[in-house]
């Protein structure tokens, strides 16, 4: 099965960064209900790995947070945007709790994560050049701040990829302490 962890949004928050998704064209929009915090992507596991995932994820002992999603970004630049995105605030208990998470994905036995962690949540990807429309989508949405919001929790989530985009099931919360929620 494919896995990742993440942070799931809340309803208010999807809403808002829904209102976004328009006026670029070629834009491929994330449904609502797909947006989220993806903390390790794991790919395809096996059900005896998902397991021990599952056990050592369980394991991980961290505090809840506030959160805040702050301005717009892209991956790549000029006619090689890969994708839109909205920010996150620099957040200490967030990078602490993406670190738990890498060092139980690599006790369950799944390999490191070569990337270093950008937080965001992606909001549309591009297939071709999304040209001059999209700096002025910046400059228009650039100054987006959302939040702060609570974060009590962080789940695994299967994805099912299928013709009309992925399909996403939570598979398995797992609570944060308490201290600290705004």
């Known amino acids: 099965m494919r896995l990742f962890v993440a942070l799931s949004l809340p309803e208010d928050v999807r809403e808002r960064l829904d209102m976004l998704d328009s006026g670029l064209p070629g834009a491929r929009w994330?449904?609502?209900?797909?947006?989220?915090?993806?903390?390790?992507?794991?790919?395809?596991?096996?059900?005896?790995?998902?397991?021990d995932l599952d056990d050592t994820l369980s394991a991980i002992d961290a505090p809840g947070f506030a959160l805040t999603l702050q301005g717009l970004a892209t991956f790549g630049d000029?006619?090689?945007?890969?994708?839109?995105y909205a920010d996150v605030a620099?957040?200490?208990a967030l990078l602490h709790l993406q670190a738990k998470v890498e060092s139980a994905v690599a006790r369950a036995g799944l390999p490191l994560e070569r990337r270093k962690f950008k937080p965001h949540v992606t909001l549309a990807r591009f297939k071709g050049d999304p040209g001059p429309k999209l700096g002025h989508y910046l400059g228009q949405h650039g100054l987006l701040r959302i939040g702060p919001f609570p974060v009590d929790h962080f789940l695994l989530y299967s994805s099912l990829l299928g013709a009309e985009?992925?399909?996403?099931?939570?598979?398995?919360?797992?609570?944060?302490?308490?201290?600290?929620?705004?």
């Open 165 to 182: 985009g992925p399909h996403y099931t939570e598979e398995v919360v797992y609570d944060l302490e308490r201290v600290g929620v705004v």
């Open 90 to 92: 620099p957040n200490p």
């Open 30 to 51: 994330v449904a609502a209900e797909n947006l989220h915090l993806t903390l390790r992507f794991l790919g395809e596991v096996d059900s005896a790995q998902a397991r």
């Open 78 to 84: 000029g006619a090689k945007v890969r994708a839109l």
